[in-house]
């Protein structure tokens, strides 16, 4: 069973300062990962999509890839309250890219 | 563009039984899927489609079936619901290698 695994949290995070959440995945085959966002009583949004090994920029929004050890993270920098969320982290089942395995998600609490 | 659209949004069952949750996309996704979330558990998924006339199964399929309607719609049927069903339920749809677009859920309450 190809699982991809998350700390559910709550992480705890002041308003300004740098939230990492983190992923681990078991399948080595999976080439491309994917961060949603969940609003509470909302569908889910992607942030970040990440194929390569290393760093993916955006905004605020920096999303790591290490193949080697399977793990992936996101981390928001100047978090805002607005960043209070689950934030889902997904990657592909065998290795292709129409479906996705999903983690159980962190949720992230940025207190002002 | 209203993306993924999703009925109903809201729905209570009685155990036994039965009903079709309806989903569109206006976006010319080939494929669409159908998960469901539970409290801790992230999404799972039931049952996708890759392109029009095809239909596989996802993670946690028993209890449902699904039909490809056409390349907008995709539904999912519950024939005889059970309390274990209760759920939120998400349809998506996506380019192949892209990100899915998710509609806004149907929480459904089997009793």
């Known amino acids: 069973q190809k699982e991809v695994e998350q700390n559910s949290g709550p992480l705890s995070v002041p308003e300004g300062a740098i939230a990492s959440l983190n992923c681990t995945y078991s399948?080595?085959?999976?080439?491309?990962f994917f961060w949603y966002r969940q609003y509470s009583g909302k569908s889910p949004e992607l942030i970040m999509f990440?194929?390569?090994?290393g760093d993916k920029e955006d905004g605020r929004f920096t999303a790591q890839l290490n193949k080697a050890s399977q793990y992936v993270s996101l981390l928001i920098r100047d978090s805002q309250p607005s960043d209070s969320a689950t934030y889902l982290c997904?990657?592909?089942?065998?290795?292709?890219?129409?479906?996705?395995?999903f983690g159980a998600g962190t949720r992230l609490a940025v207190h002002p | 563009n209203a993306g993924v659209t999703q009925t109903p949004k809201f729905q209570v069952l009685k155990t036994g039984q039965s009903m079709t949750l309806q989903c569109a996309q206006d976006?010319?996704?080939?494929?669409m899927y159908w998960y469901r979330q539970d409290p801790g558990m992230g999404l799972r998924l039931i049952y996708y489609?890759?392109?029009?006339?095809?239909?596989d199964k996802g993670e946690v399929p028993n209890g449902y079936n699904v039909s490809r309607l056409n390349k907008r719609e995709f539904s999912l049927r519950l024939e005889s619901a059970a309390p274990s069903q209760t759920s939120v339920y998400f349809c998506?749809?996506?380019?192949?290698?892209?990100?899915?677009?998710f509609g806004p859920g149907t929480r459904l309450t089997v009793t």
């Open positions: 998506a749809s996506s380019s192949p290698g892209d990100e899915q677009y």
């Open positions: 399948d080595r085959g999976s080439q491309s």
């Open positions: 990440i194929y390569s090994n």
């Open positions: 997904a990657g592909p089942i065998s290795g292709g890219y129409n479906k996705l395995i």
């Open positions: 976006m010319n996704h080939n494929s």
């Open positions: 489609s890759a392109s029009e006339g095809t239909t």
